[in-house]
């Protein structure tokens, strides 16, 4: 038990403090930097760093998930999933230091809270632990679609790297819907969503 302690503990660690890496290329690295104005500028970094943040909180939801488990095929689906979770990050964090902006100074807070709902969904059985990975992947799907609307045509770099987030997020809730996952009741749907919007509207400024 207190290796398995501390074994999250430098997840976590690592997840919030340390550089992320990456197995696949940054998508979009070939592309020319857009022409931007200064406000331009800030409002892409700024989503980005709310993009960086779900990533984060992902992270954490993935560890909580995999920890109660107890189905070794759905530790392993959620395993993979945090480690191309870990791209995401890397990809986020490299976007938001070419935009000269900065991560969210709560990502411990961010962390912290999924990684508790994490180990709850876990708890309540695997069905609904798949349930919940499935339906935060559509709402995290979903609100990438939103921040592609929103980015400037002249940002492809930024545009790259979403496309190809959301196209992993799709697998991912597709993965869960295979393994066996429970449809939410509507009521835990939208208060996901609900607590989404706080996370995205806090991270987008602090």
Known sequence: MIDKAIVEFDKALRTVFAPARTARAVPGRDL???EFDEAGRRDAANLMRVNHCGEVCAQALYQGQ??????PGIKKALEGAAAEETEHLAWTEQRIGELG?????LNPLWYTGSFALGVIAGRMGDGWNLGFLAETERQVEAHLKGHLGR???EDQKSRAILDQMQQDEIG??????????????APVRML???ASGVMTRTAYWL
């Open 192 to 194: 996901m969503r609900a």
């Open 66 to 71: 995999a920890l109660s488990s107890r189905d």
């Open 151 to 153: 980015l400037a045509p």
């Open 32 to 34: 020319p930097e857009g």
């Open 101 to 105: 902006g900065r991560k969210s100074l």
């Open 172 to 185: 991912h809730a597709e993965t869960a819907v295979k393994l066996g996952a429970h449809e939410l009741p």
